[in-house]
């Protein structure tokens, strides 16, 4: 008689990591973020279709008028419509935190994971450069960077471009230099693999999801960069709508009519949150198990 083999018991069972998408439905902060954040690129989006006059337009007939049926959220001393403006400044000021951060991401990324891997004198000369760069107060940095090549949007870019890849070099090399260490990288090499592929094709996209989570909040630091340069007067300059400028116009009239400043500081507000949440949900979605 064949004998009879009856499976092994172990007592535990393969844990399976649920799919992405199961973890986004299982994150509330996620999708707390990305519906904050998907609405109000939905309306800036919409700005020439549901913004009711042009945000340049004046009504001097109608100045400082309240909110009505005629001016959703009211109008400026110079009779401009306040909803307009809003959604035509949020649209400046997610074009410009956007388009910010792209260069810094990515060229702090590739400096960052070659440093991490490759380490020596290369290592050694970005870090003393980083670590200059982070030694001067952001936000004061970024001022006399904006003072030294002009105001306006290319000054915001130039700035933030020269200061802010420090951050992601910092954060990816410090990620390399963990994933570098661990067993399956020095299975790889001793495989035979070169060492560009083992950079780009296994660590790079282990060490890159921090890069991808704080760029949420980057977006963020960047859009209260240009409401405080706008405020300030070295930002989107007139009569381009601004966030930053609609408070500091607003500022005057605080007393009498306070939708003028209310109104795009609760958007900035707003903006902020949304895309805080989403970072924190991206960081609790793409965090390996």
């Known amino acids: 008689m064949a004998p009879s083999f009856q499976p092994v018991e172990t007592g535990q069972e393969v844990a399976r990591r649920p799919s992405f998408g199961s973890r986004v439905l299982h994150s509330p902060t996620f999708i707390a973020g990305a519906v904050m954040t998907a609405t109000m690129v939905t309306l800036v989006l919409l700005s020439p279709v549901i913004g009711r006059y ?22 400026d001393e110079l009779g401009r419509d306040t909803w307009s403006r809003l959604l035509y400044g949020g649209r400046t000021d997610l074009q410009v935190g956007v388009l910010a951060v792209v260069f810094p991401f990515c060229f702090g990324v590739f400096i960052g994971t070659v440093c991490g891997y490759a380490g020596g004198l290369l290592d050694t000369i ?18 006399a960077l904006v003072f030294a090549v002009g105001v306006g949007t290319h ?8 200061t802010d890849w420090v951050v992601y070099a910092r954060t990816t090399r410090s990620a390399t230099m963990i994933a570098r260490k661990l067993d ?30 704080y760029v949420m909040s980057d977006i963020v630091i960047v859009i209260l960069v240009v409401v405080a340069l706008g405020y300030l007067g070295l930002g989107i300059q007139p009569p381009a709508p ?11 009239f ?32 793409l965090r390996p198990e």
């Open 54 to 75: 042009s945000p340049v337009a004046l009504d001097p007939l109608h100045a400082l008028s309240g909110p009505s049926a005629l001016h959703w959220l009211g109008t």
């Open 126 to 143: 970005i870090m003393r450069i980083v670590d200059v760069v982070l030694a001067f107060p952001f936000y004061v940095l970024i001022i």
């Open 155 to 162: 000054g915001i870019y130039i700035a933030y471009g020269l």
């Open 184 to 213: 399956w990288v020095a299975a790889a090499e001793g495989g035979g693999i070169s060492r560009a592929r083992v950079l780009w094709r296994h660590i790079l996209p282990s060490t890159i999801t921090q890069a991808i989570v």
């Open 242 to 252: 601004d966030w930053g400028s609609m408070i500091y116009d607003g500022q005057n």
């Open 254 to 285: 605080l007393q009498t009519d306070q939708w003028m400043a209310v109104f795009p500081g609760l958007a900035v507000v707003f903006t902020g949150i949304g895309l805080s949440l989403l970072g924190d949900g991206l960081a609790d979605v």
